[in-house]
Structure formats: C-alpha cells, structure tokens
C-alpha cells in the first residue's frame, strides 16, 4: 500500500477559478484534512514571491484558515522558487499526520510537467527531521488537473506571444504562452474546460483539438470561471462535477509520470479524421533528412499548427535521435539520447524491452532503428503542404548512398542544428544535439 501523501496538481487557467473548484469541494468535507497551496509569482522580478495556503476546517462550520508567507529569493526565477520552497514545504506537510491530501494550484508560470518531475527527481536537504532525498518519497501524484479557457485557450496556443510579453514572468524567460498551453493540456489527466461566452465555432475548433491533444483525459465543460467557488449556493454541483471527473480518470493515467520520446507518438488512441478544420497529420520515413533542407521546411510547422513533435533522423548527427517539439509560432529542436543501433552491448541492456522490441520491427540491415516519425497537430494548415514539404527535405538518392559509404563527406555537410536551436532562429550552430535517452531538451 502506497502511503504517501497523495498531491493534486492543478495547472493551466488557474488563478482562483481552479482555486474556487477545490475549496467548493473541500466544504463538501469527506476529507477536511486538505491542503490548498499556491505560490503568487507576480512579483517574481522583484524576488518575491508569496506561498498562500488555505488549510481546511476540522470541523463543519470553522472559517478555512488562509496564511500568506512573503519569501524573498535572492535570484528571482520559477526554478529557484520552486527548489527552495515548494519542494521543501511538500517534504513538511508530507510528515503531518493531519495532512491526507495536498492541493498545488500552480502559477501559470511553473509548468505541471517540471514541478513533477522536481518532485520526483530533485534532492531536497536540510528538511528537521527527514533524511535528504526527492519530496517523492514523501508524496505522490494523485492527478495532473488541466484548466482551460475556452475562450482564448486556442489563439493562445497558437500564438507566439512570450510568457514575459503576457506578464508572468522575468523578461530572460523567453518561453511561450502556448508551449505552456499546450503542454499544460497534454501532461494532464483530467480537464477542466470553462467555456462561459466562447464563441460557438471556437469552442468547438477548441474540443476538437483537445480531443486529439489528450484524447484519454476525461473532459468536464463549465460556464462562466469566475463565478465559481462564490455563492454556497454553486458549490455543490462545481464540487460534484469536480469529483466526477477525477473519479472518470483511468487507472493507467500518467499521474506526473515523464514522457518517453520512444513511445508512441499517438499515445491514447486519438481520432485521426478531422474534425472542424482540426487534424492530425503522420509523417513516417525510414530516409534521412537533409539539415539545410529541413531547415528551409521547417517554418511549414509554425503556420496554421498546434502543435508537433516527434524523432528525427538527421543525415549528419547519425549516432543521435533529434527531438522535435512545437508550440504554437515557437519550435525547439533537442537529443532525445542515442539510436539503439549506434549503442553498445552494455547500453543495449538498459533499454526498455518494449523500445527494443519495437524497433526490431522496423530494423534495417544497414541503418537499424534510424527513422523520423513526426504527428503534426493543424488547425488551419494544409496537411498536403506539411508532407510535400517534409518529402522535399529528405536526403536523395545520391545522398543516401553517401549516407550509407561515405559518411565522412556527410559529416562536412551544413548542419544549422545545435544543441539548443530554436525557430524562428537569428543564428544557427553546429554543436551536434546531445541527450540522455530520458528525457528532452526543450528550450521554449
């Protein structure tokens, strides 16, 4: 039996819309031991940051008690926020007795994705009385709970606009709104879609692409945000729809678990006809691309698209799996570790059995498991376009043969991808991408 401390995670929309969703839930009283906390970055580039925690009333009638904490952090960023306070103050309400669930309502600026991978992984010290160690062995993941606005929730994904230019964040954090609205819907378990004055074709152009986005999240749509948690008198149906949808989450959900770049890039069996002008568009090759060429494509997945992500096999970095990840206007290219056929027999042993039975499915007598497999979320744009695009960055011919005996001439070949290359891009670089196997290297 697992008993830590179970967290649920709610991430998106959220200022106090979510809030209101959870403390309406938590007067319903099955368990009046919960733990509401959120941590307001606004004056994050001052280096201030206020913890806020709402502690549910023991008894039915009591005033649910609110403490505000002003933590001043000598370097004014969401990851020094995030280990210096949020993981150690989990690790303190993780050994309260009196604390059966923890409720984090995350600043639109901390993205669910990394706060539960700092939860799993980061090493928390110094906490009285708990040996050192990741806040994970402390608490665990019940659910990963998205918000939406339906709204605006689509222009923003689709948007380039930076988190800084929005207001939530320093100006040297240069990632996107819609890398964290995408993200945000793609990481959760459940969503939560308020869709109060929306505009009828744009709620629908918006369910369609969440269907396709997190096509095994179980979906509760509501009115109006900012009504919610207000009246009493609202509060049990927002509580009983709350409920309702976490008790619809499978039982295999990811729960804060990582994202394997190996696994299928259709994970959760999402519709493949369109819908609304909405679809997803495969692309599959055994052939690799050409970097200059790929480079001169790539703005066909800035136009019109949601999002897209996928392995890459470049001609000239032949050892490493190139991670490919969208949002909106704002790509990032990254190494998702390396091919199992540039793997020696000692790495070979600690892959997934499932990574390796699947590419010995497709494994070529010369190039093994080398491919590209890419799935294009559109919105707007022509999905013929993309391909004929992607097919023309391929290598040819001549150049596969090269590829294949004369791989010292394809290494002098332009290669405008680094280890950390974005687009729309001002400069290129030539650092081959590296990467862990693990995980992926995104830089927007």
């Known amino acids: ?30 368990e009046p031991d ?16 206020r913890r806020i925690v709402h502690t549910t009333p023991l008894l039915p009638g009591w005033p649910v008690r609110e403490d505000v904490s002003v933590l001043e952090l000598a370097h004014g960023c969401v990851s020094c926020t995030l280990r ?14 009196s604390v059966r669930r923890i409720v984090l309502a995350l600043d639109p600026a901390f993205e669910a994705e990394a706060v539960c991978q700092a939860i799993r992984d980061v090493v928390v010290s110094g906490v009285p009385g708990r040996v050192d160690g990741p806040a994970g062995r402390g608490v665990r993941i019940e659910a990963v709970l998205g918000c ?21 964040a320093p100006v040297e954090d240069d990632r996107t709104v819609a890398q964290l609205a995408v993200g945000q819907v793609e990481f959760a378990d459940a ?53 309702g949808l976490l008790d619809r989450i499978p039982s295999d959900a990811r729960r804060g678990a990582g994202f394997d770049p190996h696994s299928s890039l259709l994970r959760g069996e999402p519709p493949l006809t369109p819908d609304c002008g909405v679809a997803l568009v495969e ?37 490493e799996v190139v991670w490919l990840e969208s949002a909106g206007g704002g790509l990032s290219i990254g190494g998702a570790g390396k091919w199992l056929a540039a ?46 695009a992607l097919h023309w960055a391929l290598v040819d011919e001549d150049e596969l043969r090269q590829v294949r005996f004369a791989p010292e001439r394809v290494a002098h070949w332009g290669d405008p991808f680094g280890d950390q290359h974005e687009e729309p891009c001002g400069t290129t670089k030539s650092t081959p991408v590296t990467g862990d196997g693990g995980s992926r290297k995104n830089e927007r």
Not at 34 to 44: F, G, P, Q, S
Not at 84 to 97: E, G, S
């Open 191 to 243: 969503l939560l879609v308020f869709d109060g004055g929306a505009d009828p074709d744009v709620r629908m152009r918006t369910a369609a692409v969440l269907a396709r986005l997190a096509p095994r999240a179980p979906i509760a749509w509501l009115d109006e945000p900012a009504s919610l948690g207000m009246h009493a008198s609202s509060e049990m149906p927002r509580a009983a729809a709350l409920f």
């Open 34 to 49: 919960t733990v509401v906390v959120r941590h307001d970055l606004a004056e994050l580039r001052e280096g201030v940051v």
């Open 343 to 388: 793997m020696d027999s000692e790495q070979l042993e600690q892959i997934d059995p499932e990574r390796r039975l699947m590419a010995s499915l497709r494994w070529h007598e010369h190039f093994g498991d080398r491919h590209s497999s890419l799935v294009i979320l559109v919105h707007e744009a022509d999905a013929d376009e993309i391909r004929h």
């Open 84 to 97: 210096a306070d949020l993981l150690p103050y989990l690790c303190v309400l993780a050994q309260r007795d």
């Open 1 to 30: 039996m697992d008993d830590r401390t179970p967290v649920l995670v709610i991430a998106g929309l959220l200022g106090r819309a979510a809030e209101g969703v959870l403390r309406a839930a938590e007067r319903l009283g099955s």
């Open 283 to 319: 692309f599959d090759t055994d052939r690799p691309f050409h970097p200059d060429r790929l480079h001169s494509a790539i703005d066909v997945l800035l136009d019109g698209v949601v999002s897209a992500r996928g392995r890459i096999w470049l001609a000239t970095q032949p050892d």
């Open 148 to 168: 939406v606005d339906a709204r605006d929730w689509l222009a923003d994904a689709t948007g380039d606009e930076t988190l800084s230019e929005r207001g939530h």
